[in-house]
Every structure is written in C-alpha cells, then in structure tokens.
C-alpha cells in the first residue's frame, strides 16, 4: 500500500473521501509507520467548515495518536488483530455477516471484484474481505481513471453490499475493547465516516 496523505481539510470532496479510505487502509492493515504517525501527529485538526461531522473524532484520533508511540500502537494493533488462533477483533467482513472466515461474503466479494477487475495481491496474505482491502477499493472506485469503474454508482453498490453491512460492526467492536485505545479512536473516525458516506448515497435515491 501506498503511503497516504494525512489530511483534515474538506473532507466531503471526492478527493478527502479517496484521501480518507485512503488513510483508514494502511491504519487497519498494519500499525503505522514512523512516517505515517508522524504525519498524523503533526495533522492540523481544525476543519475548515465549523461544525464538520468528521472534526471531534478526527480530533480525538490526532490526539490519541500524539499521546502515543510507534511501538505503543504496534502492540496494541498486535494485541487485537494478531496472535495465534482467534484475534481479539476481527477485521473480515465474513466473520461479521456470516459468523466464520472464508465464507459466501468472501465469495461474492471476488465476483464483484472481478466485475471490477480487480484481484488480489498474491503476495498478501489476508484475504479481500479484510476492512483494509474494501477501504482501498472504496478509494479506487472514488480516485482510479477509468470512469466506466470509478463512478458513483459503482461506489454506492459496493458500499451498500460490502461495507456498509458489516463497518459499524467492526467499530462497535473495537469501540467496546478495553485494550483498544488508537484503535477506538480510529474506529470512532470510521464510524463517523461510514455515516457520511451512507446518508451521502442515501440522497442519490
């Protein structure tokens, strides 16, 4: 994954919302790199439009994140996500719409993917109903060049049907850990995003 850009300004434009997915990939995917928390750390946390949805939880992460360290956020992101046999949190959405791993979620997903032309990196690991996987096709759809795929329409039916149904689910979970500290923040930044972006395709009705 790329490194993305840490911004906090206009965050209802097309670019903010790549920009956004963007940054929510990485930040799931793995603990942040120096850089990236750097970065965050150092992002202003005003909005430029007084009352945004998104500035008291983009607030609370920056926050959060300049309380914290590199290796303080890599245990934490280990203490949830990793370990040998079942994570603390999991970050699949078969677990979260079917209750187990590898599931039909996962299997409609690579059809739609494919529909797309999109497929998984074989070099990875995880599979592609991992959050951070729908995070950066959610950016693709709103950022890539050919516009038969990266539209609007295609935004909402794989928000609608790969994301939608499970993230608030992910951040609930997340938001409940005790051990959970960046992550819930990051989680209320997720929610509140996952809001703006629902009642956004819900006026395209």
């Keep these: 994954m790329s490194e993305p850009q ?11 919302r790549a920009d956004l997915y963007g ?7 793995a603990a942040p790199t120096p850089e990236l928390l750097a970065a965050l750390q150092a992002a202003a946390t005003q909005a430029p439009a007084e009352g945004s949805f998104l ?9 959060t994140a300049q309380a914290m360290d590199v290796a303080e956020i890599a245990a934490e992101h280990e203490a949830l996500f990793g370990g040998l046999g079942k994570p603390e949190v999991y970050l699949f959405g078969s677990h979260y719409l079917s209750g187990f791993l590898n599931e039909r979620p996962l299997a409609l997903l690579r059809q ?4 797309l032309g999109l497929a998984r990196d074989e070099t990875l690991p995880d599979t592609e109903d991992h959050f951070a996987c729908v995070c950066e096709v959610m950016r693709y759809l ?11 329409s295609r ?10 149904p499970w993230a608030f689910k992910l951040c609930d979970a997340l938001a409940a850990h005790e051990r959970a500290r960046f992550y819930a923040a990051l989680a209320g930044l997720t929610r509140a995003f996952m809001e703006v972006e629902q009642q956004g395709f819900d006026m395209l009705d």
């Design 112 to 115: 739609d993917l494919a529909a």
């Design 55 to 63: 500035e008291a939880p983009w607030r609370a992460l920056v926050h």
């Design 23 to 29: 940054l929510l990939a990485p930040l799931y995917y």
């Design 142 to 152: 709103i950022a890539g060049d050919d516009v038969a795929v990266s539209n609007l």
């Design 6 to 16: 840490v911004t906090s300004s206009a965050l209802d434009e097309e670019t903010a």
């Design 155 to 164: 935004q909402r039916t794989f928000f609608a049907v790969h994301v939608q």
